[in-house]
């Protein structure tokens, strides 16, 4: 018996059907939550974060001059 025989009769084709399957249902519920409309205002101030120059940190959040 060969080990080429063993392994074919494993069926391990079936785990990576699985793991393409679990991969697609969350790259479509990725999707769904991208394209949601209500999160669309959170998402374009996330996009503007960059292009602003007036950062002001959060009293506490790092340490103070002096």
Do not use: C, Q
């Not at 793991?19 to 697609?24: C, E, K, T």
């Not at 209500?38 to 940190?57: C, I, K, Q, S, Y």
């Amino acid at each position: 018996m060969k080990l080429s025989d063993i392994m074919g009769a494993m069926a391990l084709s079936t785990y990576a059907e699985i793991a393409l399957v679990i991969f697609f249902a969350i790259f479509v519920g990725v999707l769904i939550h991208i394209f949601r409309r209500d999160l669309r205002p959170e998402f374009e101030r996330a996009g503007h974060l960059p292009l602003e120059d007036d950062f002001r940190p959060e009293p506490g959040d790092a340490k103070e001059n002096g």
